[in-house]
């Protein structure tokens, strides 16, 4: 069993290492802008500035003449600056990982909300996992899964108090 374990471990950092050197797989696109952006105010720079972003965009993989600007509101540096401070690629695979277990946790929330039976909590994963607009939001990076889980949120606090309320 620990001999397994182990080359278990090594195999996946043998795999991870070569997704963080391979920009081929999952190649950079919106999360780019995220990622330039926290980095920049993270320095103290202005994050909306072109000039400033079009560098870390193409050091960061993607292939461009122009900057891809974050229109998002200033707020969202909150969620673009740590991983501002991280290298491109870590970021943009940590990203990945964090924006599939949102979409995966919100899935199963609101599966719970709304009483669908425990046994089948599989299926809010799956209808999430495949649904058409989710897979694009994870390939590019956007920001929809932070939106997802503020959603998910009110719902939980709105709908779940209510269900409970009405039960007792």
Known sequence: ???ALMVCVGVIGWKGAQ???DNSLFAPDDFVEYWAAGSLNANGLNPYDGALLLPLERRAGRDTDEPVMMWNPPWTLSLAMPIGVLMP???QLLWLAV???LVVLCADCLWSVYEGPSSR???AWLLALTFMPTLFVLHAGQI???ILLGITGFLVAKCGGDRSAARS
Request: without cysteine; charged residues 10%; aromatic residues 12%.
């Open 99 to 101: 924006s599939l277990a």
């Open 121 to 123: 909590r599989w299926v």
């Open 19 to 21: 997704l963080v050197s």
């Open 89 to 91: 690629r870590v970021a």
């Open 144 to 146: 929809g899964p932070f």
């Open 1 to 3: 069993m620990g001999l």
